[in-house]
């Protein structure tokens, strides 16, 4: 996985690859020929006292070591361009992946999963790509180049580097043997911090009314433990590497020295070639080092691949058609009619489908309502009507059309959703309403929110309607967040509007006016509203009740009194409960 993201996802950067070879090249061959030079001042200078030639060849030395440094800091700058393009546009095919899934994949890897995937694991493949660009590609140049070269020298003196790369080879090898699989429970115990770190973030009321601050200190100093045990781990066999490469290296120059000499005392050998040839194997030794702590960095950025791939190789289970339809004007049926045809949703791997059988038609113009207990399908005939889940068996229709033959912007198109938990985004009142309509005028905005009993208190806010809006809302009370978010959906005057519940935290007047005004706001529409109070649905055209998954009661608020035991149940339970109150 790790080198098909890279082939696809590097294609883009070619160009900028190619100079990043071109430039390690050069700067490679200019690292290669100063040991020549200094062997040539040594030789032919300073043994004969010549000061002219050492003044030309150290002038030479001096330019090219500038322009080595030239090639160096250019190449590993577009080594670096490379790597974040490549970065960028992995991070964008990842959120346009996310953005296409359903809530089944969403649910399935997780918020704090898909978040780590696109921001930790990205940077891990794009680190590889940067310390290959600036280390990896050089390696190959100088240890080959550096065997030549040291051949060239002197080529009796060359089985050294026969006997030194191999046991520096051998020695890294072991260390980064036993540190890989560090790497690989390093990168899954990082993952159990951030969830850990996440949880507590998210819960952190939670955490706080039940008085388990210890209890989450406790979590997450385990978490982390485990994160800094493993860290040390790997920090120590690190540690143990550099002594046993300075090791190799020392011995290697010594080596080279001691044998050296005998062939500088016979007179076959001058002081500048073994100086020289010294150079050159350190050169060797040294290329073969960053090579081998590269492969260090491979499995971890190959777990991450791995990772990546897997979010971009999963396909939503939403689908959009091959050949999409669109609203007949010619079909009889209103566009925002919403029909449900025997329709039942089971969850992979569950034994018992959530939905069975559930038939209706919520006809333009009309309101009708879903009610049943917790548990009784209701979120899960929420998600159905905008596809943002397939059904199962039956079809779910709108306007005469089913769902899974219109493109999915279509669809969403003509309905305004306005979900159990209401978000925000961060911003101001002003963005968040033109979420619905990004070309909506500001006698819209207010209309919205005057229909949404929002209006007044938006007025207060300083600013008004660009008054400041956190992240998720959480600088209005939850009441004022539901109604920003059913002002939001009616900027949109989409043709199917659906409240799931969204009137939980209002108080009685409030939901009494905005559903009046909605009566208004809305004709024309189709509106279906899920509710847990009867008193939010006793106006409500048809009213159905929802128990395990089939509907047992359909009619008004009058007709079930009569005809339904299970709404009656509810309505009962609702009185008692206001009366203890």
């Not at 036993?178 to 819960?203: H, K, Y």
Request: glycine fraction near 8%; proline fraction near 3%; include cysteine.
């Amino acid at each position: 996985m790790l080198w098909k993201l890279l082939v696809r996802y590097l294609q883009p950067q070619r160009r900028l690859l190619v100079a990043v070879v071109v430039f390690q090249l050069a700067q490679s061959i200019a690292s290669l020929y100063l040991p020549t030079l200094n062997a040539d001042i040594i030789d032919l200078g300073v043994a004969r006292g010549d000061t002219g030639y050492i003044l030309r060849v150290g002038s030479l030395m001096l330019f090219i070591t500038l322009l080595q440094i030239a090639c160096a800091v250019t190449a590993v700058y577009f080594g670096a361009k490379a790597a974040m393009g490549m970065g960028r546009h992995l991070r964008g095919a990842i959120f346009t992946r996310v953005g296409g899934f359903s809530e089944q994949e969403v649910t399935r890897f997780g918020p704090a999963s898909l978040i780590t995937r696109s921001t930790n694991d990205v940077q891990q493949v794009q680190q590889l790509v940067l310390m290959s660009a600036t280390l990896m590609v050089a390696a190959p140049m100088l240890s080959i180049g550096g065997v030549v070269m040291a051949v060239r020298q002197d080529a009796q003196l060359s089985w050294l580097i026969a006997v030194s790369v191999p046991a520096l080879l051998i020695g890294v090898g072991l260390i980064v043997s036993r540190m890989v699989p560090l790497f690989r429970l390093m990168q899954l115990r990082s993952d159990a911090v951030n969830r850990v770190l996440r949880e507590q973030l998210a819960g952190i009321r939670v955490v706080r009314a039940f008085v388990r601050e210890d209890l989450e200190t406790e979590r997450f100093a385990g978490a982390n433990a485990d994160v800094t045990d493993t860290a040390l781990r790997a920090g120590r066999l690190m540690a143990l590497a550099f002594p046993v490469v300075m090791l190799v290296l020392n011995v290697s120059s010594v080596a080279v020295i001691w044998f050296g000499s005998f062939r500088i005392e016979d007179g076959s050998m001058q002081v500048g070639t073994l100086v020289a040839f010294l150079s050159y194997l350190l050169q060797i030794l040294m290329s073969v080092m960053m090579a081998t702590f590269m492969a260090v960095m491979i499995p971890r950025a190959a777990v991450s691949a791995d990772r990546i791939g897997e979010v971009l190789e999963t396909e939503s289970s939403v689908r959009p058609p091959v050949n999409p339809v669109v609203f007949g004007s010619d079909s009889g049926t209103a566009r925002g009619e919403l029909e449900m045809r025997d329709v039942g949703f089971a969850y992979p791997g569950a034994e018992r489908p959530v939905l069975s059988g559930v038939s209706f038609t919520a006809a333009a113009g009309r309101t009708t309502a879903v009610i049943g207990s917790t548990g009784s399908g209701k979120t899960t005939l929420v998600n159905l009507m905008p596809r943002l889940f397939d059904a199962t068996s039956g079809s779910v229709r709108m306007g005469g059309v089913d769902v899974r033959e219109l493109h999915p912007d279509l669809l969403w198109g003509h309905i305004g959703l306005v979900p159990q938990r209401p978000y925000l985004f961060s911003g101001t009142v002003r963005s968040n309403l033109l979420y619905g309509k990004p070309d909506a005028t500001e006698e819209e905005l207010w209309h919205a929110l005057a229909t949404a009993q929002a209006a007044d208190f938006v007025r207060e806010m300083e600013g008004g309607l660009d008054a400041p809006v956190f992240q998720g809302g959480t600088n209005v009370s939850g009441g004022q967040r539901q109604r920003l978010a059913i002002a939001r959906a009616l900027v949109k005057r989409p043709e199917l509007y659906i409240f799931d519940d969204s009137f939980s935290s209002l108080d009685t007047a409030t939901d009494a006016r905005l559903r009046q005004a909605l009566r208004r706001g809305t004709a024309g529409a189709t509106l279906v509203i899920i509710a847990q109070r009867v008193s939010s649905i006793v106006d409500a055209d048809q009213i159905l009740v929802l128990d395990g998954g089939r509907i047992v009661g359909r009619g008004t608020h009058s007709e079930l009194l009569e005809t339904s035991e299970t709404y009656r149940e509810i309505v009962s339970s609702q009185l008692a409960a206001e009366e203890a109150a």
